[in-house]
């Protein structure tokens, strides 16, 4: 079993940045792919990143991409989603989750507003 935990959302202006994280507890996170998630209001949920468990290979969903940054520190435990240039259009829930394809884990979640 895996734990997640989210942190690092809140409000930001448009045109501005964000780091979010994740920290994980149970078994070490290195044992999973792991990514992030985001459910806009009304809508969804749809992909954002995910990283390999090494790390070396990363994937980006077509919105985020040139923007957004996954990253991952298997010594500590932790999962990140660097955000910048954030368009209110990036406003949501979003989600830490580990080992696809099934996305078994998941976090609470952890709310990005961004305002234009």
């Known amino acids: 079993q895996v734990h997640l935990e989210e942190s690092g959302g809140g409000l930001v202006q448009a045109g501005g940045s964000l780091r979010l994280s994740c920290a994980g507890t149970?078994?070490?996170?290195?044992?999973?792919?792991m990514g992030w998630w985001r459910q806009p209001p009304g809508q969804v949920r749809e992909f954002v990143a995910s990283?390999?468990?090494?790390?070396?290979?990363?994937w980006y969903g077509d919105p985020v991409k040139g923007r957004f940054s996954i990253s991952r520190d298997n010594a500590e435990n932790t999962l990140s989603l660097q955000m910048n240039n954030l368009k209110p259009e990036d406003t949501a829930v979003y989600y830490c989750?580990?080992?696809?394809?099934?996305?078994?884990?998941w976090g609470q979640g952890t709310q990005v507003t961004v305002s234009s």
């Open positions: 149970g078994r070490a996170l290195r044992n999973f792919d």
């Open positions: 989750a580990a080992d696809p394809p099934a996305w078994d884990y």
């Open positions: 990283i390999s468990k090494s790390g070396e290979h990363t």
